[in-house]
Each structure stands twice: as C-alpha cells, then as structure tokens.
C-alpha cells in the first residue's frame, strides 16, 4: 500500500483565499483524523472521521474549517476564508481498530500570507 | 482540556548512552499510551504502544508505564545518530477513545 496520500505538499495562499486540502487513506482503514501541527501548540487534533461519519469536531477552531469525508478513500479540509494565524503544517492520519496506531500522511505545508 | 507533558529538551546524548523521555498525562482514565518519532520536516511514525502497567521491550526501545503515577518513559538503549529526532508522547481519552492527545515532543540529538 502506498500509505496515506495527501495534497498538496505545499500550499502559499493570499489572506482570505479559499484553501482545500486532500487526503487518501489507506485502504481498509476506518478511522481518518485531521491534525494541525505548529511550534507553538504542538499537534492538534481538528476533526476525525470513523466509516465516513464524524465523530468528533470539537478541535476545529472556527466556523471557517470544514471537514468532510464522501468516501472511504478520500478526506477534504477546507479553510475559508484563510488568515495568516492557519499556517501550520496539516497532517492526515488513518488507522485500523485498536486505537491509537496511526499512519500519518507526509503533510500540507500552508502558508498564509 | 487533557493534557499531555513532555520535556521539550533539547536532550542530547552520545552514542552508545541510554537515552530516557519522559511524559506525565493528565487523564486517569486514559487507557492506551503511545511513542510517536518525528525527524526534521517529516511525519510522525509510531515506534511503542503500551496499555499495562510495567516495561514492554522491543529491540533497542523500551515502554514503561506507571498508572498511579500517570507516568509513561521511553527508554532507548545504545543510542545511534539515527535515533536524532523529536518524540512524541500520545495519550487516548478516557473511555478507551480514538482520540489522542499529543504531547508537544521532546527533541533528542545523539552525537557521534
């Protein structure tokens, strides 16, 4: 399997600009987490995912983040509109039961200018 | 808010030395304790889990966990320079959750 996919690696946006990010699980995985990764904060959990239903949202810091997962394969995060203070490095992470054994995707550098 | 503490160090070591990380989680319920490494602009990848009580070795990398101590170590004997990277503790909410709380890392350099 190649892993968990995710696109692009690296995003620079203008302030205010739509942002969508992607990401594939791997394949039989049920569980899918978006997390957010700065110096300041560490890794933060946004939102994750279990057979395409969310679970639990309650790390998405604002009405301006929206996550969705259409399919099995496949996971979108959407900031909009972007501020400078979303830059950070986004990771997509999947796992199978039991808990805790995450595969992370390689990243979204994102820069908000 | 669950928390999770890690020295942020750095902590460095030589070759060769044991090198020790510690994490103090602060959720007694949580059940399942886990050692994530980081190198330089790269993901997390996981290396040690550990759910009970006591030492779980795995090669060169040793788990302890202490419960009543909220207390979790990683343990990595005969450190080599590959071994240079940031680790992170994780630790899943109470309830046997998927959800886990990161710790912000403990960078590691082992010199040559």
């Known amino acids: 399997d190649a892993g968990v996919i995710q696109s692009p690696r690296h995003e620079v946006t203008e302030m205010g600009q739509e942002v969508t990010l992607r990401c594939k699980p791997i394949?039989?995985?049920?569980?899918l987490f978006w997390y957010r990764q700065t110096m300041m904060r560490g890794l933060e959990l946004l939102i994750y995912?279990?057979?395409?239903?969310?679970?639990?949202d309650s790390g998405m810091p604002e009405d301006r983040f929206s996550a969705k997962m259409p399919n099995a394969s496949f996971s979108t995060l959407k900031i909009q509109p972007s501020e400078p203070r979303d830059s950070a490095v986004y990771f997509c992470?999947?796992?199978?039961?039991?808990?805790?054994?995450?595969?992370f995707g390689s990243g979204t550098q994102l820069s908000v200018l | 808010q669950k928390e999770v503490e890690q020295n942020s160090g750095p902590l460095s070591v030589p070759e060769g030395a044991i090198a020790s990380l510690n994490c103090t989680y602060s959720?007694?319920?949580?059940?399942?304790f886990f050692w994530y490494r980081q190198y330089s602009g790269k993901s997390p990848e996981l290396i040690m889990f550990i759910y009970s009580n006591g030492d779980k070795e795995d090669g060169r990398f040793t788990a302890q966990l202490n419960k009543a101590s909220q207390y979790v170590s990683l343990l990595i004997r005969d450190s080599q320079p590959s071994d240079s990277a940031t680790y992170l503790c994780?630790?899943?909410?109470?309830?046997?959750?998927?959800?886990?709380?990161f710790g912000k890392g403990t960078k590691l350099t082992v010199n040559p």
């Open positions: 394949s039989g995985h049920d569980y």
């Open positions: 995912f279990n057979n395409n239903v969310p679970i639990d």
């Open positions: 992470a999947s796992s199978l039961a039991p808990q805790g054994k995450l595969f």
């Open positions: 994780a630790v899943n909410e109470r309830g046997g959750s998927e959800k886990l709380v």
């Open positions: 959720d007694r319920g949580s059940q399942s």
